[in-house]
């Protein structure tokens, strides 16, 4: 089966998932190119910084800013197929001989047209900071597939992670579902979930979640090839939706001893 994922430029959490996916399952697939927005998309960049160190704290961020600086340096490197590591998402796909391309809108015709000409069988959505668009989502015959960090319909939106621990669950789910136009609204294809282990950070529960969406989305991927993908619609009703924390949220999320890093 013929696959393309969409993602971002993230050292810090995408680089975990797919390290897990192509470390155990590049031989299983045909991984045609994994295509890089830009982390967050549009989002002002100054707007983000200062969200981030409202969350993490002057240090966290300072930490994680040291972090990425330090992947793209070490990403830089060489690295061969089944080393214990990689820094960036471009020095794991060169390991594995995967086609690593940076892109703008995946919206954009012409990037369209190249996902057209590559004729996946599957496109697949791995934390694409974009909202993918009819013409894109048409294009592969076996779907466009998402992974959501949440027991979908609650906790649609932005950082589900964060609201699933402000909320006090005990575990933080995983939901891989088909797209369509509108946002985290196809059917489910796979739920799961993790238990948050005591005293956790969101930094650490994000990197653990992104190795175990690995695992799930391979499934559901052999599921899809298979033709036994069961897809089963959300009760939209018992749905929930969240943005990015305020400042109060934030603040009650540290009042909670809650820990971001």
């Known amino acids: 089966m013929r ?9 810090l959490y995408i680089v975990p998932f797919f ?3 192509l470390s155990h399952y590049s031989g299983e697939f045909e991984v045609l190119q994994i295509s890089c927005c830009p982390t967050m998309g549009n989002r002002s960049r100054v707007k983000m910084l200062k969200e981030l160190t409202a969350l993490y704290g002057p240090l966290g961020v300072a930490r994680l800013i040291a972090r990425a600086g330090m992947s793209r340096v070490l990403g830089a490197r060489r690295r ?42 599957v496109l697949v959505s791995v934390a694409c900071p974009f909202i993918l668009k009819e013409p894109l989502l048409a294009l592969a015959p076996l779907g466009a597939i998402n992974i959501h960090h949440a027991p979908l319909p609650r906790y649609k939106g932005m950082m589900p992670t964060f ?12 939901t891989i ?9 196809g059917a489910a294809l796979f739920q799961g979930e993790q238990k948050i282990e005591p005293g956790e950070s969101l930094d650490h ?9 690995a695992h799930c989305m391979a499934k559901v991927l052999k599921q899809v090839g298979a033709g036994t993908a069961c897809a089963t619609p959300f009760d939209h009703s018992k749905g929930s939706y969240f943005t990015f924390p305020t400042l109060d949220e934030i603040r009650e999320f540290h009042r909670r001893g809650l820990r971001a890093i």
């Open 80 to 121: 061969e197929k089944g080393a214990k590591r990689y820094h960036t998402l471009a020095q794991l796909c060169r390991a594995h001989g995967v086609t690593y391309q940076k892109i703008g809108n995946p919206n954009d015709v012409s990037f369209v047209n190249s996902v057209r000409a590559r004729e996946a069988d």
């Open 205 to 213: 529960l994000i990197q653990r979640s992104k190795r175990y969406g």
């Open 3 to 11: 696959i393309e994922f969409l993602t971002q430029d993230d050292p």
């Open 177 to 185: 579902h088909s797209m369509v136009a509108k946002v985290d609204e």
């Open 163 to 174: 609201w699933q621990m402000f909320h006090g669950e005990k575990t933080v789910g995983v």
């Open 19 to 21: 390290e897990e996916f």
